[in-house]
């Protein structure tokens, strides 16, 4: 076979390979019938199903908490460490600058394990019970990782000078930061922050580990739910679920890309 | 005499390379000074503490006068021009140019009629709205000199400002930025690795080597009488031999004795410079003129000007001449005579630095 | 200087909430490791105890470690052996087209990736296309809590991983390298397993241990795909804590795969050490 065919139909069933699923799982999900081997008609009737499934939307709300209270924080502390490392250089920072990617690279279930075990421990001493907050810590813990190093990365030896320029132009310290730093890094800041949402949205096995009755998250829950089988409330749920980081993460890929052109 | 700029030993040691030391040395006002030297020879180490993004580890810097030593970069009367233009990417080239003033508060009418001065000796009228990412890197280059200009600088300091862009944009800008610091009469330190540019833009140009100040002089005493080796051997490309002198005499392992204007005696190198030396068909005896016999070994030819390379007496001298009517070329293999003025060769001798 | 101050304070909080929430939690493992699970579940920490490692032997732990790294060799391997076609090709495409397979690639390397796997098990499923596919040639009702069906998963779903970095180590060969190479008389096969290739590694390197990695430590995806007969190293760790409520092995369990993953970064970083000697 020519090579460039090879080539070409490896492209296309790699690309097939990876859409089919996703388009059959949409296209189930508006299907009539419950069984998924066969096409009755157009309906919407299993995602309105879902918008009154008491246990979905609280377990949404739970999410949506997480993650909007995760990536405030992420941001705020990953944010002062990508500045922290760019500006300071001594035996901890060079620690720090390798330590922060093992929160990235480590398994999920190692993660989930060790924040477990810790709350609980600490329960024995503190007020402490697995829920909504303990959630929020977890998430966070890892997601500052992923915001210093999407920013750290922004943060070069081109800023470094711009920086000095600004200086040389009698700017004071907030003023760079104001004037310089933060335009710079924007495009940077905005792609960190739609990815903790992401990042804390979608994650199940830690979250799984470290919520209590009453504050599951929407993929624990969904989790559950796909366990027992594939229905139709399911195909609806992950449809939903994956459209939603979709739309955020083609957001994510358009800012890096009109950052790079600039 | 009234300086703008004064290093009184100044010492700054790094980890790697770019460390100066014991650097001494003063900037008259309205003065174009040239930091001249190979990369890594400490010479935007000492822009760097003039702008005060660099800390001296030991020494006083002073600007008219006044100890800057711990006074923080924004609050320091200078303004640079980086190596790699360093434009905001964010900003148009008005609000880059505007930068300086913009974050010292001033009002909207001083801050347009300043912009209008620079734009009258800048030309860039039609890019002032444009992002520096639609200009050419010698635009960009402009904007970098009217950003810092625009401010009125005690002392402006360029960093390689031309290093970036080709040559015929370069020749040009050299005569630009002579000419707007003659009508502005800023005082200029410029930092430069390429000779001919030093040469011909400078008052004065501190050559620098491994961290030190070898000679600081103007350009044609510098080329001329340059007081140690390495000047003589980094400006220009003359023929350097190394022997003893003996009484007005240079003797080495390739010449018996060629006459020089030293009445010192020692081991020395002499220089002397491929322009100075004449050549002709003839031998040519003078009281004034050292002549040596060669054999023409190679004819580069350069277009406006001409390298000969001679073999002589096992060595080889390179001559370089004007390519003019009343040359006559001599062919490859030819003998010829080399004749040069006496008191054009250059003695360095070897206790000198 | 007051300058170096401000610096300090800005990384400040978000380094004592790493040292809080991340780095003690990761203490606290080793801590639960030498605990013992009493009756009610709970684990005693009066003395140092050894149960943990003990019960690798009783529980059958090495044939699980065994299937886990089978199975994630294979996934990395069948990941390598389509992602590298795919990422040499896109690299060859128009602009425009490269932009646009790679945001393709791109956007299930961050999207849910529950739904994603869930979205397999349909088609593993009784009844599902590929289910119907292979019987037609074998004697199957249902690929779904099938070995298969796992490594199958696993490759859908890392795939983006390996493609990815080995892209952006392509993008970056020069092209006058190929056609010096080429110059230099290497036949097409020649000048590209000298140049191309071996200039790759960095980002095969990266794919293989991005790919290997999470495979080893897999939860989700043998859960919905493999059942819960299905052992892997993953969810055996995920029933220590939430069933069997044994969490001193569960903790010892945690950590060998995080050995796994230091050990597997290592290597492959000493190997590419070695190489740029």
Redesign the interface.
């Known amino acids: 076979m020519n090579r460039t065919v090879f080539l070409k139909l490896n492209y296309i069933f790699v690309l097939i390979f990876i859409y089919l699923p996703i388009f059959l799982m949409v296209g189930l999900s508006f299907n009539e019938s419950k069984y998924f081997n066969q096409w009755t008609g157009f309906t919407l009737q299993w995602y309105e199903q879902l918008f009154q499934n008491q246990n979905i939307l609280n377990a949404l709300y739970n999410s949506m908490i997480v993650a909007v209270v995760s990536t405030f924080l992420s941001i705020l502390f990953g944010f002062g460490i990508a500045l922290y490392l760019f500006r300071v250089k001594n035996r901890f920072t060079s620690f720090v600058e390798k330590f922060i990617y093992v929160p990235i690279v480590i398994p999920d279930v190692t993660m989930a394990a060790m924040m477990l075990v810790f709350f609980i421990f600490l329960s024995n001493y503190l007020e402490i019970k697995l829920g909504i907050a303990t959630t929020i810590i977890s998430h966070t813990a890892f997601n500052i990782s992923f915001v210093t190093v999407l920013i750290g990365s922004k943060l070069t030896r081109k800023l470094r000078v711009l920086e000095e320029v600004a200086s040389d132009l009698y700017a004071n310290h907030f003023q760079v930061i104001k004037q310089v730093t933060l335009p710079f890094v924007m495009p940077a800041l905005l792609a960190s922050i739609i990815l903790s949402f992401v990042l804390s949205f979608d994650e199940v096995v830690i979250s799984m580990f470290v919520t209590g009755p009453g504050s599951t998250t929407l993929p624990v829950y969904v989790f559950s739910m796909i366990k027992k089988g594939v229905t139709p409330a399911v195909n609806s749920v992950s449809s939903l679920m994956l459209i939603f980081s979709l739309i955020l993460v083609t957001g994510v890929l358009l800012l890096s890309r009109k950052d790079n052109l600039k | 005499m009234t300086y703008a700029l004064k290093f009184e030993n100044v010492s700054k040691s790094f980890s790697t390379s770019d460390a100066i030391k014991d650097i001494s040395f003063e900037v008259e006002k309205g003065e174009f000074f040239s930091l001249l030297g190979p990369s890594g020879c400490g010479k935007t180490t000492i822009l760097r503490i003039i702008?005060?993004?660099e800390q001296p580890t030991s020494g006083d810097v002073y600007i008219n006068e006044q100890l800057i030593n711990d006074i923080?970069?924004?609050?320091r009367p200078?303004?640079?021009v980086?190596q790699?233009y360093?434009l905001?990417?964010?900003l148009t080239v008005k609000e880059n140019i505007i930068?300086?003033l913009k974050?010292?508060k001033y009002d909207k009418k001083e801050i347009d009629s300043s912009l209008e001065e620079v734009i009258a000796l800048i030309d860039l009228k039609d890019h002032l709205k444009r992002k520096p990412?639609q200009l050419s890197g010698g635009e960009q280059q402009r904007v970098a000199i009217a950003?810092?200009l625009i401010?009125k600088p005690e002392v402006l300091l360029m960093d390689e400002p031309l290093g970036a862009l080709d040559l015929k944009l370069r020749e040009r800008l050299q005569v630009e930025i002579k000419s707007i610091q003659e009508s502005t009469k800023i005082t200029t330190i410029y930092v430069t690795h390429d000779q001919t540019e030093a040469l011909a833009m400078s008052d004065k140009i501190a050559v620098m080597s491994k961290g030190e100040i070898l000679q600081v002089d103007d350009p044609e005493t510098l080329y001329e009488k340059p007081t140690n080796k390495f000047t003589s051997n980094f400006l220009g490309n003359p023929n350097v031999f190394k022997g003893v002198i003996k009484n007005e005499k240079f003797i080495s392992d390739e010449f018996e004795e060629i006459a020089v204007s030293n009445t010192k005696n020692g081991p020395a190198s002499i220089f002397i410079r491929p322009e100075i030396i004449s050549f002709g068909f003839n031998k040519v005896t003078s009281p004034n003129v050292n002549c040596v016999e060669g054999v023409v070994e190679h004819i580069l030819y350069r277009g406006s000007w001409l390298d000969v390379i001679v073999s002589v007496n096992n060595t080889k001298i390179e001559i370089s001449k004007e390519n003019n009517f009343d040359l006559s070329i001599p062919d490859e293999g030819e003998k010829i005579y080399l004749y040069w003025y006496i008191n054009k060769t250059w003695v360095v001798f070897d206790d000198q630095k | 200087m007051t300058r170096n101050k401000l610096n300090n304070i800005l990384g400040l909080p978000g380094i004592i909430f790493l040292s809080i929430f991340f780095f003690t939690p990761s203490l606290f493992i080793f801590r639960y490791i030498f605990g013992s699970r009493t009756r009610t579940g709970k684990t005693s920490f009066d003395k140092i105890y050894f149960d943990s490692f003990s019960q690798l032997l009783d529980f059958n732990v090495v044939p699980i470690i065994n299937k886990s790294v089978v199975t994630a060799f294979f996934v990395t391997l069948i990941c390598f052996i389509v992602g590298y076609p795919f990422a040499y090709y896109i690299k060859k495409l128009s602009t425009t087209m490269k932009y646009f397979s790679l945001f393709l690639i791109s956007i299930p390397f961050l999207t849910n990736f529950l739904s994603r796997t869930y979205s397999w098990k349909i088609l593993v499923s009784k009844n599902g296309l590929i289910t119907k596919y292979v019987s037609m040639f074998y004697d199957v009702s249902s690929l779904l809590f099938t070995d298969f069906a796992v490594v199958l998963g696993m490759v859908y779903v890392y795939l983006p991983f390996m493609i990815l970095p080995i892209f952006t180590s392509l993008e970056n060969i020069e092209d006058s390298l190929l056609e010096s190479a080429k110059d230099l008389y290497a036949n097409p096969f020649k000048a590209f397993y000298y140049v191309t290739f071996k200039l790759s590694l960095p980002g095969v390197i990266a794919g293989v241990v991005l790919t290997f990695i999470p495979s080893l430590g897999a939860y989700i995806i043998p859960q919905i795909l493999g059942g819960s007969k299905s052992m892997y190293l993953g969810n055996f760790t995920v029933l220590q804590f939430i069933q069997a409520s044994n969490w001193p092995l569960g903790s010892l369990v945690s950590l060998i795969i995080l050995l796994f993953m230091v050990f597997a970064i290592n290597l492959l970083f000493k190997f590419e050490g070695q190489r740029n000697l």
């Open positions: 702008a005060g993004l923080e970069p924004h609050l200078v303004n640079t980086f790699s360093s905001f990417p964010h930068f300086g974050i010292r990412h950003r810092a401010n």
